[in-house]
């Protein structure tokens, strides 16, 4: 640490300091306020768009069978309101008898989603849909996507019924029992004994 003699020679070292490191001190500076600023404004901005997304979104929800605005609504949002915008959308085609339509909502949905714990519902509801089209191999690769977890059981049931329409009673069984080895809702299993049931007779 350097000692200086008299207070002049310290305001001396510290004008030298500036003179030598003044430029890169005022460009630290700003860059410093610069990206306070440009943060803020991201964040506010980000804000804006989800509370807009929002709005946007409980519109399409409340008006639902309004298919031309909910798909308006869907391929200009490339996030989750636009996923939980195509499976509702999907809901009314399944409703309507359409299931071409909520196929491919929740095709879109399947693609665009980024959250990993909604995957396995939206390949559910695919599979249903896909056994409702006659399409038994194709839910077949679609429930292999759910291999654990808490949707399991639910595949497996899926999984049993899509079997059983393809003539494949072992496997059937077979499935039926893994959905309830995996502790499904008091309900499911309920019916899966039933099934399993009917397969005995």
Same mark, same amino acid.
């Given at each position: 640490?350097?000692?200086?003699?008299?207070? $002049?020679?310290? %305001?001396?070292?510290?004008?030298?300091?500036?003179?030598?490191?003044?430029?890169?001190?005022?460009? &630290? %500076?700003?860059?410093?306020?610069?990206?306070?600023? &440009?943060?803020?404004?991201? @964040?506010?901005?980000?804000?804006? /768009?989800? /509370?807009?997304?929002?709005?946007?979104?409980?519109?399409? !929800?409340?008006?639902?069978?309004?298919?031309?605005?909910?798909?308006?609504?869907?391929?200009?949002?490339?996030?989750?309101?636009?996923?939980?915008?195509?499976? *509702?959308?999907? #809901?009314?085609?399944?409703?309507?008898?359409?299931?071409?339509?909520?196929?491919?909502?929740?095709?879109?949905? #399947? *693609?665009? /989603?980024?959250?990993?714990?909604?995957?396995?519902?939206?390949?559910?509801?695919?599979?249903?849909?896909? %056994?409702?089209?006659? @399409?038994?191999?194709?839910?077949?690769? /679609?429930?292999?996507? !759910?291999?654990? &977890?808490?949707?399991?059981?639910?595949?497996?049931?899926?999984?049993?019924?899509?079997? %059983?329409?393809?003539?494949?009673?072992?496997?059937?069984? $077979?499935?039926?029992?893994?959905?309830?080895?995996?502790?499904? *809702?008091?309900?499911?299993?309920?019916?899966?004994?039933?099934?399993?049931?009917?397969?005995?007779?």
């Amino acid at each position: 640490m350097q000692v200086y003699n008299s207070e $002049e020679e310290q %305001v001396e070292a510290v004008k030298g300091f500036f003179r030598e490191n003044g430029k890169a001190i005022a460009v &630290g %500076v700003i860059l410093g306020v610069g990206g306070l600023f &440009g943060w803020r404004y991201w @964040q506010s901005h980000q804000h804006e /768009t989800n /509370t807009t997304a929002s709005m946007s979104f409980d519109q399409v !929800v409340a008006h639902a069978d309004n298919a031309a605005n909910a798909s308006a609504f869907i391929q200009a949002n490339d996030n989750s309101y636009g996923v939980f915008a195509a499976l *509702s959308q999907a #809901q009314q085609w399944v409703d309507k008898g359409d299931f071409a339509k909520a196929k491919e909502q929740l095709l879109w949905a #399947q *693609s665009h /989603t980024k959250d990993d714990n909604l995957l396995p519902a939206i390949a559910l509801r695919l599979a249903r849909v896909q %056994v409702q089209e006659k @399409q038994f191999d194709d839910a077949l690769k /679609t429930l292999d996507s !759910v291999q654990k &977890g808490s949707w399991f059981a639910q595949a497996q049931a899926i999984r049993g019924d899509v079997l %059983v329409n393809k003539g494949d009673v072992k496997g059937a069984r $077979e499935a039926y029992s893994q959905a309830i080895e995996a502790n499904p *809702s008091p309900m499911l299993k309920e019916m899966l004994n039933i099934k399993l049931n009917n397969l005995a007779a």
